[in-house]
């Protein structure tokens, strides 16, 4: 069983930055991908960007040129960088670990953007 614990969501106002942090609690380097997703009220679900073992990184339209994703090796950490943020991206956050054939889940993190 992996355990990924997020941090770092919070009320921001239009226009600042935010950084959401994910630990795990296995090293990164047994975690074929990992990523973040959002949910806002009354949508689905969504991808907001991914991180490969190999580092490739996949990040959703809407998010791309605002947002980054990294890893700290070390720490087994993922990082998701939240730049320019707008109302729309109000959402709660959650971190995920693909492994072979599961999936994991943190248990979210708010993000309230103010416009």
């Known amino acids: 069983q992996v355990q990924l614990v997020e941090s770092g969501g919070g009320l921001v106002q239009a226009g600042g930055s935010l950084r959401l942090s994910c630990v795990a609690s296995l090293s990164i380097f047994r975690i074929n991908v990992m990523g973040w997703y959002r949910q806002a009220p009354g949508k689905q679900r969504e991808l907001v960007a991914r991180?490969?073992?190999?580092?490739?990184?996949a990040y959703a339209d809407s998010v791309k040129g605002r947002f980054t994703i990294s890893r700290d090796n070390a720490k087994n950490t993922v990082y998701l960088e939240m730049s320019s943020l707008k109302p729309e991206d109000t959402a709660i956050y959650y971190c995920y670990a693909h492994i072979i054939t599961a999936d994991y889940w943190g248990q979210g993190t708010q993000v309230t953007v103010s416009s």
């Open positions: 991180l490969t073992g190999d580092l490739n990184t």
